[in-house]
DNA sequence: TTACTAGAAGATAATTATTATCCTTTAAAC
DNA sequence: GTTTAAAGGATAATAATTATCTTCTAGTAA
């Protein structure tokens, strides 16, 4: 993936900082700003917090990333891809994507609410595989 | 809704503050902290901001209040009731439940990913029909 | 390539949100 | 009524986020 392209698309200065957080973020999946700011610094070791918390927004600002609110969690950031539903383990706080059709339940709240919905944001929690097995 | 009995149900003290809270919710049923403050300091005008939050984590450990988290907004928090899901009109940021059956979606969650899952929080954002009109 | 400029980085202060502390008061049980 | 654990209120402390300001650099165009 072309970070730098991708930046620019998006009216965004490529900078190594920026390129090295959406890098993070791809290998990641999804990371809480703590985590985040932990990561980084291995590759920048003066990056200041602030430019962590103003390139976050911005790339949200224009798209690139999205923020996950989760119940009784941080929230974390994942690279902004097609709609898809997210899973939490409740012990071991494995957070994972699942891609599912959610077309029924958005049309099917939208008859009912005559809303024209846009966004969704969907957190199921429970207990994964593993855990179940412990 | 005999909300002192609810209270000491819960292994909670009854205070007046706690029943003027959880009447508050009733009526205005999806608040966040700040405009919580605003309607509970009309009926007590010396609480403090600490009392409040004090409450609301305490109702929520016993599981009378649920928080909601929001995209792009700050936490509401509801009366704890049967699972819905949650709708926002991102024009002029009505709120509302939307009781929906959402069994077949956590079903086919739970098949595709082995989770054993228990809760589910889901925030449908788009535009209302008022503001559609506009 | 060099020079220019808007925007970004980094350091830090300021603000906002939330929690902890401590002392006083009160709900609930006897 | 008395007793006591828990709650209220005031405030301090902490955590999370944003604003400010100066220096630096990516991107642009001569």
Redesign the pocket.
Known sequence: MNY?LL??EHS???????VGILSLMQTSGHLD??ELFTEIKKQ?S??????L???I??MMEKGLLTEIKIPNQ??KYEIAKAPHIHLLCQECNEFIDLKLDIGCLVDEAAKESHYRLKESSIVLSGVCEKCQAK
């Open positions: 730098e930046l620019r965004l200065k490529a900078t190594p900082q920026r700003v703590e920048f003066t990056i200041s917090l602030a430019t918390y103003k390139n927004n911005a941080k929230s």
